[in-house]
């Protein structure tokens, strides 16, 4: 246990010959010197004492408060705007009123990670990577991209880390863990390492590579923003939790420059950002949707470093940047909540929180005090655990150096090449009874990919020829979805299941298989259905209705520089 340095008249701390009674004067000198040599070996043979950051526990409640009133609050600000500009910047007017807060009782942002606070309630603060997706993947709201990919793993017996890994889930990159890492954060006051620890955990359930470093990402903004209020400094040491080489951590420096070379003009800097980064993602690749975590990461910060501590100039940076444009400024308010406290709000927005708080968020048992309440013992406990402890009115908590995650890339050198929808034939070949069925895409804002071709008939086949390193079969899962198996050049793959009936939802356009690092040149991916399903289904069906065909080069953010540059 790390030895605790109390500063003088704080209630552990006793001072040198005043503890030894005078009649002992001589032997105190011998006590002394014994006392003296002790701790010189010690400091040999350990190293010199950790720093210990101290805050008053009212203060450490009061910012917690305020974390979490501010990712209310800008998840509320920017929802009506989520996604209405993508690759451009959001020009309209944003309404936005305190009693608007309201809305997040409704949220992703929060209700997923209220999930994961759940399952530390129930299985403690060491629980297994799989109960954190048990209990996502049986909740009772709505999902999407790595969380729902991660809920229907549950459902096939796919589990941590398989369940976030690219294999298994083409969203690995997407934003996901981001927007949900913020309890980590939250409990981890001045704790970066206990906090990527906790990460790493969490992460692996929907996430891997980048999409796992912006969970790391913010939950080390936080973890600093309980002691600094240096908005630079908090960015430039949050950047130390992750890998230096990822993309991840290249995109946020490229923000950090750009603002160094454009500091009174964000849309300069959004443009030259775009140019080089706004097409790379896997996710809905070759459309205008991005949902990756690092280019809605390098928003949160755009928001953080031209908002210059502001609230609503934060978030309105960060929400103008577009894409995932709810997600953006309530992880950039969350970071000014915890540096000014709940105390610091504006009042308004203050009433606002307060007459909501013993409100429950969708199918959880937490209240935003209900949050505040166990954010804190938890931030406690880990202290503790860490050998922190409660003095007084006091947390001491010995300071952690942040120590990056390791390096892992989701898709190396994967670049998107066509989309090809079943409707053109050249590259499909079928045989059996496939039907066609007309249902829209979900989640691009491009016009419809056309109609699926289903079959729920064994035997059927479904051949696609395709020229390119990586393929993505697409199509729908529903009520009615039954199993297929997949080969590729001739070789079984794996059996898929296309039944998804969750919290209300089905899915259109998902990402039913998918295979990377092919050899360069000609490749065949065949599907055959079996005419089998599970139980709960409905019937037999497969859709497919595209496919989404990679290649193997240099990424386009490798290869351009800034104008400047």
């Not at 922190?388 to 995650?405: N, Q, R």
């Not at 993505?472 to 039954?482: I, R």
Request: aromatic share 10%.
């Amino acid at each position: 246990m790390p030895i605790l340095i109390y500063p003088s008249g704080s209630p552990d701390h006793q001072g040198g010959l005043d503890r030894i009674p005078r009649k002992s004067r001589s032997g105190a000198v011998i006590i002394t010197w014994l006392m003296s040599c002790f701790i010189l070996l010690l400091s040999c043979s350990s190293g010199p004492a950790p720093e210990v950051k101290n805050i008053p526990l009212s203060l450490l409640r009061d910012k917690i408060a305020g974390g979490w009133a501010g990712k209310m609050i800008g998840v509320t600000y920017g929802a009506p705007t989520e996604f209405r500009a993508q690759g451009t910047t959001y020009e309209d007017s944003i309404l936005w009123k305190p009693d608007d807060i309201r809305g997040a009782l409704w949220q992703d942002d929060i209700y997923v990670q209220l999930t994961f606070l759940m399952t530390m309630d129930r299985y403690g603060m060491e629980a297994p990577a799989k109960r954190y997706q048990e209990l996502l993947a049986k909740a009772g709201y709505p999902l999407w991209h790595a969380n729902v990919q991660s809920r229907k793993n549950y459902f096939d017996s796919i589990f941590p880390p398989e369940s976030g890994h690219p294999d298994n889930n083409l969203h690995a990159d997407d934003i996901d863990f981001q927007i949900e890492a913020d309890y980590i954060g939250f409990i981890c006051p001045g704790m970066p390492e206990t906090a990527n620890r906790l990460a790493g955990i969490t992460g692996q359930v929907m996430n891997y590579g980048d999409g796992l470093y912006g969970g790391a990402f913010v939950a080390a903004l936080y973890a600093e923003a309980f002691f600094s209020g240096d908005i630079p400094a908090i960015i430039d040491k949050a950047l130390l939790s992750i890998p230096a080489e990822s993309d991840y951590a290249k995109i946020v420096r490229d923000v950090v420059l750009l603002h160094r070379h454009f500091p009174e003009d964000w849309r300069a800097a959004w443009q030259e950002l775009q140019n080089k980064w706004g097409s790379v993602q896997i996710c809905e690749a070759g459309t205008s949707f991005n949902i990756d975590a690092k280019l809605n990461g390098a928003y949160i910060v755009m928001g953080l470093l031209y908002g210059e501590g502001d609230p609503l100039k934060t978030m309105e940076i960060s929400t103008r940047c577009g894409q995932d444009s709810d997600c953006n400024p309530s992880n950039a308010m969350a970071v000014l909540g915890l540096i000014r406290g709940f105390s610091g709000l504006p009042a308004p927005w203050q009433e606002a929180i307060n007459a909501l708080g013993d409100s429950l968020f969708i199918h959880t048992d937490y209240s935003f005090r209900k949050a505040v309440d166990k954010s804190m013992d938890y931030a406690t406990q880990l202290a503790a655990t860490h050998g922190g402890k409660i003095s007084g009115e006091y947390l001491a908590i010995p300071a952690e150096d942040p120590k990056p995650l390791p390096h892992a890339d989701s898709f190396p050198r994967l670049l998107f090449d066509k989309r090809i929808p079943v409707s053109t034939r050249e590259y499909w070949s079928s045989g059996g009874s496939w039907e066609s069925s007309g249902l829209a895409n979900a989640h691009a804002a491009e016009s419809p990919k056309g109609n699926a071709l289903f079959s729920g008939h064994a035997g059927d086949k479904l051949t696609f020829t395709f020229n390119g390193t990586g393929v993505s079969l697409v199509g729908h899962w529903l009520k009615d979805g039954g199993k297929a198996d997949i080969f590729v050049d001739g070789e079984f793959k794996r059996t898929i299941d296309c039944y998804f009936n969750y919290a209300g939802q089905q899915h259109l356009n998902m990402d039913l298989y998918h295979v990377t690092g092919l050899e360069k040149g000609e490749h065949t991916l065949q599907l055959v259905v079996r005419g089998e399903k599970r139980p709960e289904s409905e019937g037999t069906r497969v859709y497919v209705t595209e496919a989404v065909v990679f290649l193997t080069g240099d990424k386009r953010s490798e290869n351009t520089r800034f104008s400047f540059q």
